[in-house]
């Protein structure tokens, strides 16, 4: 499900709650070409990480193959702030307003300053 939103709607990726499934002839035919297995080689990785391999077997007869070990977000492969910061407003935009969610950000960011600061980011927090 999640390869065929990527295929087709890749911003329904961020819609965490996905309280609406997508019911779509291309999604059910992509879903049945996808086999998942479990790779013993990528074991010795977790629990630190999270690898993957997607292999593709194009109708061509080609193989494409493509693996990952630290994906973007991870601890070794982290993102800095303006990456940060999208995905804060991506996500919020979905249960926020644009104005509500600026305060929330810089409340965030700045809850590390000190304790009062903490304080407003749970004070916002508590008041959505």
Known sequence: YLLALAAYQPP???DVARSELVSDARFTALMECVTV????????HYPQRWPATVTLRLA???TLCHSIVDAPGDP????GA?????KFRRLA???LSG????????????????????AS???QIAHL
Do not use: H, I
């Not at 297995?37 to 010795?44: C, E, G, N, P, W």
């Open 99 to 118: 104005e509500a969610a600026s305060r929330l950000e810089a409340a965030c960011l700045g809850s590390t300053t000190s304790d009062s600061a903490l």
């Open 121 to 123: 980011l749970c004070t």
């Open 12 to 14: 329904a990726l961020y």
């Open 76 to 79: 070794s492969n982290a993102l």
């Open 37 to 44: 297995v479990a790779d013993a080689t990528l074991d010795r």
């Open 60 to 62: 061509n007869g080609r």
């Open 93 to 95: 935009s979905q249960s």
């Open 82 to 86: 303006p990456e940060l910061r999208e």
